[in-house]
């Protein structure tokens, strides 16, 4: 039996913490404090979210980072020893695309390992689809996909479809 | 000047064991600092914010409360943190070769008047430093 860990980033408020609580198969650690300012919640990570899923064999364990700039050692701390990362994206919020972008460009030429792009949010309306997002990030379409991660089954598929394409594609270069 | 820098410059300039404090909301926005030489105040807020709520979430997990003070040891100094309530957190950076102990000490002394301090300015709107 393998383990791995991947690591859920992306910006503030797309739904990493969630992602990590719903999709968890045991008691998670969250570091969410009292936000000081108005980021459209009450509390942020501030450090990192722990939690563990068996997806077939593989037992992975997931480490969630905080979104905003600020604790962005955190992102490159929590990298060490990552086999992949997903990075969410709130599709209901196309105002922090441009943001989401730069954050992903930060992972993408800092680091050559495999990523998933999460297209949270999937159940609301009015929403940009997986095709979209991935034209507006310049990426392929089978890397962008949607997620409801207030949804556990859902949360799960997103992690079952990254085996898959990591299974797929093994070594080399991840995307051209 | 303001009373939270006043207490934070006074437990510099009373200790020379110490070298900085930094007090730091706890999403990890730098509230005020002071400092015997240059410190980068927004990384030092965001990661004092980071250790203390980690600290808290490690004892939690083996229910012994919650940590009263946070020691790192380093090479060549040390650094504590303190949780101010809920909302804050203080971090102070000394020499090495210090009395632990008395660190607790002296920030127990003003934690009080910083912890009310702080109350006025995260109600009246949070200022950066
Ligand atoms: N409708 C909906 N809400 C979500 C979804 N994912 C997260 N949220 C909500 O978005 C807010 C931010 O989520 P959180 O996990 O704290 O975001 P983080 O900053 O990325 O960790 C919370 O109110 C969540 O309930 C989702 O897929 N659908
Ligand atoms: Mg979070």
């Known amino acids: 039996m393998g383990e791995v860990k991947i690591v859920i980033t992306g910006p503030v408020g797309v739904g990493k913490t969630t992602?990590?609580?719903s999709v968890s198969q045991t008691p998670v650690v969250e570091t969410e404090e009292v936000s000081s300012v108005d980021i459209g919640k009450s509390t942020t990570t501030v450090a990192l979210d722990f939690g563990t899923v068996r997806v077939k064999d593989v037992l992975i364990r997931l480490f969630g980072t905080p979104g905003q700039e600020r604790f962005s050692f955190m992102w490159e701390d929590l990298m060490e020893g990552a086999t992949g990362f997903i990075f969410l994206v709130d599709s209901s919020d196309p105002d922090s695309f441009p943001r989401a972008k730069r954050m992903l460009q930060f992972y993408t030429s800092n680091y050559d390992t495999p990523f998933i792009v999460g297209a949270t949010k999937q159940d609301l309306e009015d929403v940009w689809t997986p095709e979209e997002i991935a034209e507006y990030f310049g990426l392929p379409k089978w890397a962008v996909?949607?997620?409801?991660?207030?949804d556990g089954e859902s949360a799960r598929s997103l992690l079952v479809y990254f085996f898959e394409i990591l299974a797929q594609k093994g070594g080399g270069r991840w995307i051209d | 000047m303001d009373r939270l820098k006043a207490i934070l410059q006074d437990l510099v300039e009373r200790s020379s064991e110490i070298t900085a404090v930094v007090l730091a909301t706890a999403d990890g926005f730098p509230v005020e600092y002071a400092s015997r030489s240059g410190i980068d105040v927004d990384r030092q807020a965001a990661v004092i914010a980071s250790l203390a709520s980690l600290a808290s979430r490690s004892t939690e997990m083996v229910d012994i409360g919650q940590p009263e003070e946070i020691l790192v040891t380093s090479q060549r100094g040390r650094m504590f943190v303190y949780r101010v309530g809920s909302r804050a957190a203080l971090g102070v950076i000394t020499a090495k070769d210090i009395t632990t102990g008395l660190i607790l000490l002296k920030v127990r002394q003003v934690?009080?008047?910083?912890?009310?301090?702080?109350e006025k300015v995260l109600t009246g709107g949070r200022e950066t430093v």
């Open chain 2, 111 to 118: 934690l009080p008047d910083i912890a009310e301090e702080l």
């Open chain 1, 145 to 150: 996909r949607g997620v409801v991660s207030t």
């Open chain 1, 19 to 21: 992602f990590v609580r």
